[in-house]
């Protein structure tokens, strides 16, 4: 997607309707954006804002115009029509299209993660021996293998690297809300 640099009159307007950046060329913008529905936002860091035509669903059938309203975003790519209204803190995160973020304190990524995966849980034995990797491809028939082959330790040696590799892979210093995600 092509971005560019706000208008002085994009400016203009949207320091008229209470927003603030830390600097405004490090704000830039898709076809299709309209400053029309952008109110009350501070900006910092470098944020990519796509187009707001369309309304979003927020639940049970209920839609809103798309923009972004009442929110910090920081270091952000906000995608085509989505909605972030009362978003107290929102840094470093990657929003996708049809995204609906509503009165929420904060959604920050610092330094990196690997979100959840790579995280053991002891299973089976409270006492220790038979943990668990968790990762966004583990099944049923990996999980079994992991708990309960302990005593091969060449073969769960081998899977552990290979989950591990598969976990590394996955490391981001960005989040990420996914397409019609709604967070509130």
């Given at each position: 997607m092509?971005?560019r640099n706000l208008?002085?009159?994009?400016?203009a307007?949207l320091q008229?309707?209470?927003?603030?950046?830390?600097?405004?060329?490090?704000?830039r913008?898709a076809a299709?954006?309209s400053?029309?529905?952008?109110s009350?936002?501070?900006?910092?860091?470098?944020v990519t804002?796509?187009?707001s035509?369309k309304?979003v669903?927020?639940g049970?059938?209920?839609?809103r115009?798309?923009?972004?309203?009442?929110?910090?975003i920081?270091?952000?790519?906000?995608?085509?029509?989505?909605l972030?209204?009362?978003v107290r803190y929102l840094?470093?995160?990657d929003?996708?299209?049809?995204?609906?973020?509503?009165n929420?304190?904060?959604?920050?990524?610092?330094?990196?993660?690997?979100f959840?995966?790579?995280t053991?849980l002891e299973?089976?034995?409270e006492g220790?021996?038979?943990?668990l990797?968790?990762?966004?491809r583990l099944s049923a028939q990996?999980?079994?293998?992991?708990?309960?082959?302990?005593h091969?330790?060449k073969?769960?040696?081998a899977?552990r690297?290979?989950i591990t590799?598969?976990?590394d892979?996955?490391?981001?210093?960005?989040?990420?809300?996914?397409?019609g995600?709604?967070?509130?």
């Open positions: 092509a971005f208008t002085n009159d994009e400016i307007q008229q309707q209470g927003c603030r950046a830390e600097d405004w060329q490090r704000i913008v299709g954006f400053a029309d529905s952008v009350n936002c501070e900006f910092a860091g470098e804002i796509g187009s035509e309304d669903e927020i049970n059938g209920i839609r115009p798309s923009g972004l309203h009442n929110s910090f920081k270091d952000c790519s906000i995608g085509d029509d989505v972030v209204s009362g840094c470093g995160y929003v996708a299209e049809g995204a609906v973020l509503e929420i304190d904060e959604i920050i990524m610092t330094g990196t993660g690997t959840g995966n790579g053991e299973i089976v034995n220790g021996g038979r943990e990797i968790i990762y966004d990996i999980a079994y293998l992991q708990v309960m082959y302990r091969n330790e073969f769960i040696g899977l690297r290979i590799e598969h976990v892979s996955l490391r981001s210093g960005r989040g990420e809300v996914g397409t995600a709604k967070i509130r």
